[in-house]
């Protein structure tokens, strides 16, 4: 038993509680020295045994300084942690001050901050660097002692996780002693989290701390009328029986997994609101105030329903929510395991959950997913080599805090995992991007920010460079929405520019209940033009998570063994079963690729289970193969499961459109002919510091971070193609924005095992992706009426048994 402070005891003596054995554990690692990871569920008090040790030391060793760096992925979780510390620490009677630090902290508070250091800071990854940006930070960091990672799942694999891991040799630099801790509920490679969080990425260092288990989590599957639609993503038909949910609950979390999404969600639950209950909305584009009115509603029991996307799935505590109700699948075991934990935040007690799924395909992945929380299977954590437009963004900083030796921060560089094998050459490349822009930029003076002095040290060339870069740090880079527009200036709306970098030239798409066709895209304007072709291309509705690996291998388990269907409900069960009799069913090893005629055109479906962003890709890449075979193409529709192909001549070898080749070739051409290269460009342009957003007191709009970064995207293309900008968009547009990993799964698994089935009409399987050619064309409710009734007669087709 490691004894605690009387203060420490006596509060938990107070409050009829006992120290779990995790929290111990985690004070007994602190006076151990070690670093350690903790791996608890929701609601087994992981902040409190993050900070437990911190709290020890300070009651038993009172001290001046900065002791204690909290880290955490949202401002809102900063926010809501401080206050969750700051009532023990009252109840305590200790001096022990807590402050956070975030974007949406005032100037003066800020000011201050650096000069009289709280004892515990509660920030973000992107405060913390430029607060490692100023001359002041070794003596502001000399005392700390301890930074805790909250919520390590949420960013460690990403570029956030990239910049807080360098932050992190920065601090153990100026503070050698200093401690790491990281805390989460859902992790499925602990060693890989552990090698992340140690100095030079040695496990062993970093102690193991796992809590217990908890109660185990009530979930079920919401089945209004015992039955699943063919199509649709959002489980929007079910609104009646939430809104019931809601009234017979305290709090509802309700979780979308997108932002329009939501707002349709909570217009549909207002129309249902019969007994007028007070529900909200929240989510990450709403302004800041709104959602503080919101938290603070929600902390004060003032709301019986909260619509919610991801900005709530992480760590906010409210204990009163009784219930979680996830619209559509969840799309990961980990995902849902986070957002069921929002519910009866307690470990004793069951957090219960419900799971509206959208579709019969969602059927299956609802069921995936709560026989994955059931086994304990969480989603897998994939970690890759740092990104360089971070590194590049890091070592500035540091520039900006004082000049530097190139060898000693090259090996202080390499402490940091993500950047464990960075090579010399490498570093020396980041090096001189800062120091001229690169070779074909290098006669622009606004390029040259670094310069190598005679003492042998880099030192900035330009005290301007050190204000640009503390005003456009950071690693988030918001999405630009493009003007839909005629040549005649006639604006039709917006869409997303993730939507817009997929198409060329050509292309046409559905948008305002019209098919248009892509003259061009003009910084922030996509030109069109009115067209009677068929519009090939879906318009894209907004960020979607990918199915994850886990959950798509269980759904393809389920569909190869009918010892499992008994547990699915008549109608999921029926389709099935008659798919099996009309066509087959493949193995999980298989890839399924069907063929079939229908009201003049052909199509082809193939069962890849890959998840939407790489099934979008894939589509494009397919379609334009399928026109140099002279197959006509019209178009393409994806989901999650499938991807549809419709022509006007017969798909008879399916094999050779899914050939490996499809990714040296056609992959390449598609993404530099599409604007997918130059959007991820612009991000690596604004996250390295070629091009800057804000300027003192003014913002740049998204048009001119476009034009700038399109200008010197254009000039490096053609001047100096192997940049090292060229290299990080490359990096980024194959993983990130086109799944290019499980593309290539899918294509070997294509090469090795496709299964086709010619059929002479619609199978069952193919109906759910089908129906959404009609659903890119609906731009009102009696629209949607209207599709119910088509998707219910192409049912009727595929069901039927001759």
């Known amino acids: 038993m490691t004894p605690l ?50 709290l020890a030391e300070l009651i038993d060793h009172p001290a001046d300084g900065l002791h204690t760096l909290y880290v955490s992925p949202l401002k809102a979780l900063a926010v809501d ?57 070794p003596l502001l960091f000399a005392s700390l002692r301890t930074i805790v990672i909250d919520e390590v799942h949420a960013f460690a694999t990403g570029k956030r996780g990239d910049l807080l891991s360098l932050c992190m040799a920065r601090l153990q630099t100026l503070s050698p002693g200093l401690r790491r801790v990281a805390l989460s509920a859902t992790v499925d490679d602990p060693d890989g989290y552990r090698g992340w969080l140690s100095p030079d990425g040695d496990i ?52 979308c997994n997108t932002r329009s999404l939501a707002e349709l969600i909570f217009q549909d639950l207002w129309s249902e609101n019969e007994q007028k209950l007070p529900i909200g909305i929240h989510h990450g584009s709403l302004s800041r105030d709104a959602r503080r009115k919101v938290e603070q509603a929600m902390a004060d029991g003032k709301l019986r329903g909260l619509v919610a996307t991801a900005s ?42 419900i799971v509206v799924p959208g579709n019969r395909f969602e059927y299956l992945e609802a069921r995936a997913a709560l026989d994955a929380v059931d086994a304990g299977e969480l989603d897998p954590d994939i970690f890759r080599p740092g990104a360089l437009d971070v590194l590049a963004q890091h070592i500035m900083a540091c520039a900006c805090a004082a000049p530097f030796a190139a060898d000693t921060l090259l090996a202080e560089l390499r402490t940091s995992a993500p950047y464990a094998s960075l090579d010399r050459e490498t570093f020396d490349r980041v090096l001189g991007f800062i120091e001229s822009g690169g070779y074909a930029l290098r006669a622009y003076d606004r390029f040259k920010r670094l310069a190598l002095h005679p003492d042998g040290l880099w030192h900035i060339t330009h005290p301007k460079f050190i204000g ?68 090939r291309i879906p318009t894209y509705g907004g960020a979607r998570m990918p199915l994850s690996t886990n959950l798509a291998a269980r759904v393809r388990h389920f569909l190869h063994d009918p010892g499992e269907w008994h547990r699915f409900p008549d109608d999921v069960r029926d389709w099935l079963e008659i798919q099996r009799r009309r066509s087959t069913l493949p193995d999980p090893a298989q890839l399924l690729v069907e063929t079939f005629p229908r009201e003049g055109r052909h199509y082809m479906v193939a069962y890849s289970f890959e998840g939407w962003n790489a099934h979008q890709s894939l589509g494009m890449l397919i379609t334009k193969r399928m026109e140099t075979q002279g197959l006509k193409p019209i178009g393409f529709v ?28 056609e992959f390449v051409d598609w993404v530099q002919q599409s604007a997918l290269l130059k959007r ?26 476009t034009f700038s970064t399109d ?92």
């Open 711 to 802: 200008l010197i995207y254009d000039v490096l293309r053609r001047y100096e193609p192997g940049h090292l900008l060229l290299e990080a968009a490359w990096a980024d547009a194959r993983a990130r924005m086109t799944d290019v990993g499980r593309l290539a799964a899918l294509l070997d698994r294509a090469a090795r095992t496709m299964v086709h089935v010619a059929l002479d009409r619609v199978s069952p399987l193919a109906v759910p992706v089908l129906v959404l050619i009609g659903r890119e064309r609906v731009t009102t409710a009696s629209g949607d009426d209207d599709l119910l009734i088509e998707a219910e007669a192409l049912a009727a087709e595929a069901m039927r048994i001759d």
């Open 468 to 535: 640009q870069h503390r005003l456009n740090a950071g690693i988030i880079v918001e999405a630009t929405m493009l003007n839909v527009r005629f040549k005649n200036g006639r604006t039709l709306g917006k869409v997303e520019e993730s939507f817009a970098a997929t198409l060329t030239k050509g292309d046409t798409f559905f948008f305002a209940g019209m098919s248009l066709e892509v003259d061009r895209i003009e910084t922030e304007d996509l030109l069109v033009r009115a067209t009677a072709r068929p519009a």
């Open 312 to 353: 709530l799935d992480l760590g906010v505590v409210w204990g009163d929510v009784d219930l979680v109700i996830q619209m559509g699948a969840p799309k990961g075991s980990s995902r849902l395991l986070q957002r069921i934990g929002r519910a009866n935040h307690r470990l004793d007690e069951p957090s219960r959950a």
């Open 5 to 54: 402070p009387a203060p420490l005891a006596k509060w938990f003596a107070d409050k009829g509680w006992s120290p779990r054995p995790h929290q111990l554990a985690m004070l007994a690692a602190a006076r151990a020295g070690r670093s350690a990871l903790l791996v608890a569920p929701t609601g087994a008090g992981k902040t409190m045994a993050g900070f437990l040790p911190s």
């Open 204 to 255: 062993d260092a970093v102690a193991m701390v796992q809590g217990a288990p908890g109660a185990p989590a009530e979930i079920g599957i919401l089945l209004p009328q015992d039955r699943i639609p063919w199509s649709g993503h959002s489980g929007r038909y079910a609104a009646k029986q939430v809104m019931a949910a809601i009234a017979a609950h305290r709090t509802t979390l309700v979780f």
């Open 81 to 137: 942690v401080q206050r969750n510390l700051i009532d023990p620490i009252t109840e305590m009677g200790v001096a022990i001050r807590v402050e956070t630090r975030t974007g949406d902290t005032p100037s003066d508070r800020k000011q201050r901050q650096r000069t009289k250091p709280p004892h515990m800071l509660l920030t973000t990854p992107e405060s913390l660097s430029l607060l490692l940006s100023y001359p002041d930070a």
């Open 680 to 705: 991820a460009f612009r991000e690596v342009a604004v996250i390295g510091g070629l091009v800057e957003r804000q300027h003192p007191g003014k913002r740049k709009t998204g048009k001119q971070v």
């Open 638 to 665: 994806a989901n999650d499961y499938a991807l549809a192909t419709f022509s006007t001549e017969p798909v008879t070898d399916p094999a050779s459109l899914f050939s490996a080749d499809i990714l040296e070739d």
